[in-house]
């Protein structure tokens, strides 16, 4: 377990009083939330609790009636996804098929997106910028792959891949975006025990360098060993916040969890 | 023993087209066939195949503005036809009227439909799916209406002398001196065309086509590509209209119809979509058995009436389309992709 002493980080995400409902049925009911630089930070709780629905309002999928959210202390609320993209902020999909016809390669590729400004006139001719883009993107990428052991995957199409693999490719691809806020959507679920240490490393080794982490996971065991706090919702709100051991011995997040 | 292919050193080598020495022998050898080609048929008296060959090259040009809206971004539109027209009437216009010079005017009218392309698509990127196909099939519509009613589109009759390029002097009058400008426009544009793949551009095409919703999350702002998928497209289409203009020197409505945007999505789907080389085959493939049953149904090969060997090979060309979907659904590029991986891997399994 990591002592969370150690890390002591401003706010570099901040949410306030945030209301989010579909046709009247409340998603997120009032949530508060902080996440500070540099830490890992896991957000748990019970299936319908609105963990994704909280992702989804970070990176601007979905817009909360109500509430503020700022990053960086800038306000992001009422930017688009691909804004909130360019800001640093990336993510990784519960479903990791998202691009099921594109390599590694492609995807990892297409990840650097933000960071080049090729135009379709400079695409079109291939020369100048777009090669040198080009070489510079696949430096990056191929440092990405090392990171992420996904040599073999270069020129595998995301359909032939198997799930654990789709899953490895999908976090290398929130990474090749070299942002400083990772959200990863529950990148256990489905995946055997060694695969699971694998991401467990790779979020550990994202944490070494400097990367602040908000990690969303139904895996109790992985959750507890490497996060420096826990974030419980529970119908909507937060239930409770601390390091792992206070969460471990809360009362309440037992009844959350069981329905009591 | 070491499985054949080759090891690429360099990032600059493998992104680049042409991969070793061998492939640009074979590469020059091919484009020497194709010089040669029309010399053959005209010292054979074949010059109607000189025809179909410049009307296979202009089609290419159009089909590859389809392969990056359709192909490679998944935007289905049954307008193309619509894009190539205006590229048409555009030069005809701008020569006939205006008495500009045959480039700046095929230029002006390609850009200019481009532009047409944006406006068009502004509706159609915030659909999905068949939406935007009702939406480009309406624009077909009213284009064709457009064009119909007013006075310097010549109205049904259309227009007719267009006047045809001339490169360093030379004008570009015949067949066989149209063969060598279309096949170097296409050239052109087939390096155009795989540099778009390789490139930002067209990796953010293909994850708009795979999944929009997620590719929002990697910064591509979605609506913004979708319109530049369109504009570029348009770009070829318009391209191709106007040449297809100069060349036959006569625009008119029948000539760009429905059907023919239905069947270039039909190219694409049976070369691969997305793939540069998937769509060249598509449209040799489709134009070559249509050609070949046609010159079979209209000579006495076969000892029937000639209404029924015209149906008959109309319904041979909608089998042949029918098995081919449905035994290579991911296009003929597939069948080469598959050869080339076994190629590289042997003597190991396959």
């Given at each position: 377990m990591i002592d969370s002493n150690e890390v002591t980080g401003a706010n570099i995400l901040k949410g306030e009083d945030i209301h989010l409902s579909f046709d009247g049925v409340k998603a997120l009911d009032g949530l508060d939330f902080s996440v500070k630089a540099g830490r890992i930070v896991s957000v748990i709780g019970p299936n319908g609790a609105g963990k994704t629905c909280l992702i989804n309002c970070i990176t601007g999928y979905y817009r909360p009636q109500q509430g503020r959210i700022t990053f960086n202390r800038q306000d992001i609320l009422h930017q688009r996804p691909h804004q909130i993209a360019r800001l640093g902020i990336s993510?990784?999909?519960?479903d990791p098929t998202t691009y099921p016809s594109m390599t590694a390669l492609d995807i990892l590729m297409a990840g650097r997106y933000i960071h080049t400004r090729?135009?379709?006139?400079?695409?079109?001719?291939?020369f100048g910028r777009s090669r040198r883009e080009e070489l510079e993107s696949r430096q990056i990428v191929e440092e990405i792959i090392q990171f992420t052991q996904i040599e073999e995957l270069r020129k595998v199409p995301v359909a032939a891949m198997s799930f654990g693999q789709r899953k490895q490719?999908?976090?290398?691809?929130?990474?090749?975006?070299?942002?400083?806020?990772?959200?990863?959507?529950?990148p256990m679920s489905g995946l055997d025990e060694v695969m699971k240490e694998i991401i467990t490393d790779l979020i550990l080794n994202m944490f070494d360098r400097g990367m602040t982490i908000v990690l969303i996971e139904h895996d109790a065991q992985v959750v507890m060993e490497i996060s420096h706090s826990i974030i419980v919702l529970d119908n909507g709100r937060r239930l409770t916040e601390g390091t792992p051991r206070e969460i471990s011995l809360d009362k309440r997040v037992a009844e959350a969890y069981l329905g009591l | 023993m070491r499985a054949r292919g080759r090891r690429k050193t360099s990032y600059a080598a493998d992104i680049a087209v042409i991969h070793s020495g061998r492939q640009w022998l074979t590469l020059a050898v091919f484009i020497g066939l194709l010089v040669v080609l029309p010399l053959v048929l005209n010292a054979t008296h074949n010059l109607n195949w000189v025809t179909f060959l410049n009307f296979t090259l202009i089609i290419i040009i159009a089909v590859l503005g389809l392969n990056v809206t359709t192909g490679m971004t998944g935007q289905v539109s049954l307008g193309h036809s619509a894009f190539i027209m205006l590229g048409g009437y555009g030069l005809a216009m701008l020569t006939l009227k205006a008495?500009?010079?045959?480039?700046?005017?095929?230029?002006?009218?390609?850009?200019?439909?481009?532009?047409?392309?944006?406006?068009?698509?502004?509706?159609?990127?915030?659909?999905?799916?068949f939406y935007v196909a009702v939406v480009t099939l309406a624009f077909f519509y009213i284009a064709q209406y457009v064009i119909r009613n007013l006075d310097i589109t010549g109205g049904t009759f259309g227009l007719i002398g267009i006047p045809s390029p001339s490169i360093a002097g030379m004008s570009i009058k015949g067949d066989v001196r149209w063969y060598y400008l279309l096949l170097a426009l296409t050239i052109l544009c087939v390096l155009v065309s795989v540099n778009i793949t390789r490139s930002r551009?067209?990796?953010?095409?293909?994850?708009?086509?795979?999944n929009d919703v997620?590719?929002?999350?990697?910064?591509?702002?979605?609506?913004?590509?979708?319109?530049?998928a369109f504009f570029v497209g348009s770009l070829f289409a318009a391209l191709a209209g106007g040449l297809w203009a100069s060349y036959v020197s006569v625009v008119r409505l029948d000539q760009f119809t429905i059907w023919d945007s239905i069947w270039y999505l039909g190219m694409i789907v049976i070369g691969g979509a997305g793939s540069t080389a998937g769509a060249i085959m598509g449209v040799i493939f489709l134009r070559l058995i249509s050609q070949i049953l046609h010159v079979i149904g209209t000579s006495d090969l076969i000892p029937l009436s000639s209404t029924v060997t015209i149906y008959s090979t109309q319904i041979i060309y909608g089998l042949v389309i029918i098995l081919f979907i449905t035994l290579k659904p991911m296009g003929m590029i597939s069948i080469w992709q598959k050869f080339k991986i076994n190629y590289k891997r042997w003597p190991f399994g396959v």
């Open positions: 993510r990784t999909f519960q090729a135009t379709i006139l400079d695409a079109m001719l291939f490719v999908e976090i290398a691809r929130a990474l090749v975006m070299q942002p400083t806020l990772i959200i990863l959507d529950e | 008495d500009w010079p045959f480039w700046a005017a095929l230029a002006v009218s390609t850009l200019v439909t481009g532009l047409i392309a944006l406006i068009v698509a502004i509706p159609a990127i915030r659909l999905k799916g551009l067209g990796r953010s095409f293909l994850a708009v086509r795979d997620a590719t929002a999350a990697l910064g591509v702002n979605v609506p913004l590509t979708k319109l530049r």
